[in-house]
């Protein structure tokens, strides 16, 4: 059984910074590509940042270009996103997302889901 539970989240102020973890299990890690997704409140559920299985390479929304950083330990099994300089249009529900041998950069190319955790930027 696939799970991908997610950790990080919090409330914090303009400015600050937070680090979210992804654990994964029940997959072949190695062979995923990982990502984050995000959905506001009242808004679809959007892209913010993908990790190749492969290559290792990195693709990221234009919002958060500059801001987030994506990587992920093999060893642990985890992927993580650092993100700095957080806005209150930061404020969502932060998912992680897997996909099989792709890089999931849009929900089509998602296998798996995490359930999420709620970051909340105050101004």
């Known amino acids: 059984q696939v799970q991908l539970v997610e950790s990080g989240g919090g409330s914090v102020q303009a400015g600050a910074s937070l680090r979210l973890s992804c654990a994964a299990s029940?997959?072949?890690?190695?062979?995923?590509?990982m990502g984050w997704f995000r959905q506001a409140p009242g808004k679809e559920r959007e892209f913010v940042a993908a990790?190749?299985?492969?290559?290792?390479?990195?693709y990221y929304a234009d919002s958060v270009k500059g801001r987030f950083t994506i990587s992920r330990d093999n060893a642990k099994n985890t992927v993580y996103l650092e993100m700095n300089s957080l806005k209150p249009d930061d404020t969502a529900v932060y998912y992680c997302?897997?996909?099989?041998?792709?890089?999931?950069?849009?929900?089509?190319?998602?296998?798996?889901w995490g359930k999420g955790t709620l970051v909340t930027v105050s101004s």
């Open positions: 029940g997959l072949r890690f190695s062979n995923c590509g």
């Open positions: 997302a897997a996909g099989w041998m792709v890089a999931p950069t849009a929900a089509a190319l998602t296998n798996y």
């Open positions: 990790i190749n299985w492969s290559d290792g390479a990195r």
